[in-house]
C-alpha cells in the first residue's frame, strides 16, 4: 500500500474519531455540563529579594487563590519576582501574563497598606490594568482611593477577568508592560 491511500484511511479515521467524540460531548449531561473543567494554572513567585514584604506577597498569593478558581498562585519559583527599593514608586512590570517582577516602594508603603499594594501590583501581572476610578472595593484603584483605603481583596469582576486571562493556555507573551504610578494616583485621578 503506498502512503497516499494510507493517508487517507488514517484522516478518514481521524475524522470519525472526531465525529463521535463530538457526539458523545453533546450528549453530555446538564450536570456534568455544568462542572468547571478549566485547568488550574500555576503562577509561581519568589520573595528572596521581597525583603520586609515577603509576608505581604504570601497574603496576597492567598487573596489571589481564593478569589479566583483557575489559578494557584504559589512561592515555587520565579516567574514573578518580588523586590523593594526605598522611592521611585512601587510598580510591576510584565514580560508577559503572569511573569514578571514588581517593585515595592518602602516609602509608599509607609503611606499606603503594603498589603493592597503587593496585591495591586500581583494584579497587574494577572493581567489587570489600573482602573482610577477612586472606589476603595476596586483592588486596581490603587493610590486613587486614597491613604485611608487598606482593601486588598480584588471585586469579584477583578477576580472574573482574571480567570477569563487564565483560560487558555498562554505560549506566547503579549511583549513587556510596565505599570507605573498607581500610588499615589496620577493627577486628574478621581481621589
Same mark, same amino acid.
Given at each position: 500500500?503506498?502512503?497516499?491511500?494510507?493517508?487517507?484511511?488514517?484522516?478518514?479515521?481521524?475524522?470519525?474519531?472526531?465525529?463521535?467524540?463530538?457526539?458523545?460531548?453533546?450528549?453530555?449531561?446538564?450536570?456534568?455540563?455544568?462542572? $468547571?473543567?478549566?485547568?488550574?494554572?500555576?503562577?509561581?513567585? $519568589?520573595?528572596?529579594?521581597?525583603?520586609?514584604?515577603?509576608?505581604?506577597?504570601?497574603?496576597?498569593?492567598?487573596?489571589?487563590?481564593?478569589?479566583?478558581?483557575?489559578?494557584?498562585?504559589?512561592?515555587?519559583?520565579?516567574?514573578?519576582?518580588?523586590?523593594?527599593?526605598?522611592?521611585?514608586?512601587?510598580?510591576?512590570?510584565?514580560?508577559?501574563?503572569?511573569?514578571?517582577?514588581?517593585?515595592?516602594?518602602?516609602?509608599?508603603?509607609?503611606?499606603? $497598606?503594603?498589603?493592597?499594594?503587593?496585591?495591586?501590583?500581583?494584579?497587574?501581572?494577572?493581567?489587570?490594568?489600573?482602573?482610577?476610578?477612586?472606589?476603595?472595593?476596586?483592588?486596581?484603584?490603587?493610590?486613587?482611593?486614597?491613604?485611608?483605603?487598606?482593601?486588598?481583596?480584588? $471585586?469579584?469582576?477583578?477576580?472574573?477577568?482574571?480567570?477569563?486571562?487564565?483560560?487558555?493556555?498562554?505560549?506566547?507573551?503579549?511583549?513587556?508592560?510596565?505599570?507605573?504610578?498607581?500610588?499615589?494616583?496620577?493627577?486628574?485621578?478621581?481621589?
Amino acid at each position: 500500500m503506498s502512503l497516499r491511500p494510507l493517508k487517507r484511511v488514517l484522516v478518514s479515521l481521524a475524522a470519525a474519531s472526531l465525529a463521535a467524540l463530538a457526539a458523545t460531548a453533546g450528549a453530555a449531561t446538564p450536570a456534568a455540563a455544568g462542572a $468547571s473543567t478549566l485547568a488550574i494554572r500555576n503562577v509561581c513567585y $519568589s520573595t528572596s529579594q521581597a525583603g520586609p514584604y515577603a509576608t505581604y506577597a504570601n497574603q496576597a498569593a492567598t487573596i489571589w487563590n481564593n478569589a479566583t478558581a483557575n489559578i494557584n498562585v504559589s512561592r515555587c519559583g520565579s516567574n514573578i519576582m518580588i523586590y523593594y527599593t526605598s522611592g521611585g514608586g512601587s510598580y510591576a512590570v510584565t514580560y508577559s501574563l503572569g511573569n514578571g517582577y514588581i517593585v515595592i516602594d518602602s516609602q509608599q508603603a509607609a503611606q499606603y $497598606s503594603p498589603l493592597r499594594i503587593v496585591a495591586h501590583e500581583m494584579g497587574h501581572l494577572l493581567g489587570l490594568p489600573d482602573n482610577y476610578n477612586g472606589s476603595c472595593a476596586i483592588l486596581m484603584s490603587g493610590g486613587s482611593a486614597g491613604t485611608s483605603c487598606t482593601n486588598p481583596y480584588p $471585586s469579584s469582576g477583578e477576580a472574573a477577568q482574571v480567570d477569563r486571562n487564565f483560560s487558555f493556555a498562554i505560549t506566547s507573551g503579549s511583549g513587556t508592560k510596565v505599570f507605573r504610578d498607581s500610588w499615589p494616583a496620577p493627577a486628574g485621578a478621581q481621589r
